[in-house]
């Protein structure tokens, strides 16, 4: 008797919980494949702005509007960039376990405070069905995505350098 109890509490279970446990699954396992993936994608972002501002300052060398600029690695999760004037720039990319930040201050003449009207940025890491990873900006009414760390590293120095 105890087991036909059993059985239908089982099978209520089933019923009932079987598409929030499978959500869970999934959830469970997009969260190991943005461990995985992220960190590789952050270093491979941070290779990607090393060499568009490499490019960058090559193209302004020798115009009035070249300036000192530079891609810093502060930690294993930090990218610092800067740029002294025309305009100047003080951003910082950090990576952390779902999401990259980019936090900065800029303006059109030399360098300004760095402290004064820093504006942040949220990107978050998802998994699409077919497991590729992306990153998304997140809290924008409309999200922009990117599904490389070429298209991402790009995004960023437009939004550093451009108007």
Do not use: C
């Not at 396992?29 to 960058?56: N, S």
Request: charged share 35%; proline share 2%; aromatic share 10%.
């Amino acid at each position: 008797m105890s087991e036909n109890w059993i059985a239908e509490l089982a099978g209520e279970i089933r019923q009932k919980d079987k598409e929030a446990a499978q959500d869970y699954a999934r959830t469970q396992h997009y969260a190991g494949v943005i461990a995985e993936r992220g960190k590789r994608f952050f270093v491979a972002v941070a290779q990607y702005l090393d060499d568009d501002v490499a490019a960058l300052r090559r193209e302004l060398q020798g115009d009035v509007t070249s300036a000192e600029m530079a891609v810093e690695r502060v930690k294993p999760d930090e990218v610092r960039i800067t740029r002294g004037r025309f305009p100047w720039v003080d951003a910082r990319l950090t990576h952390t376990e779902d999401a990259m930040r980019l936090d900065y201050a800029k303006g059109a003449g030399t360098a300004g405070d760095p402290q004064q009207d820093r504006v942040t940025r949220s990107f978050a890491f998802r998994v699409a069905a077919d497991e590729k990873l992306r990153v998304e900006e997140a809290f924008a009414a409309e999200a922009k995505s990117y599904d490389t760390p070429e298209e991402f590293a790009r995004a960023v120095m437009e939004i550093l350098f451009s108007a």
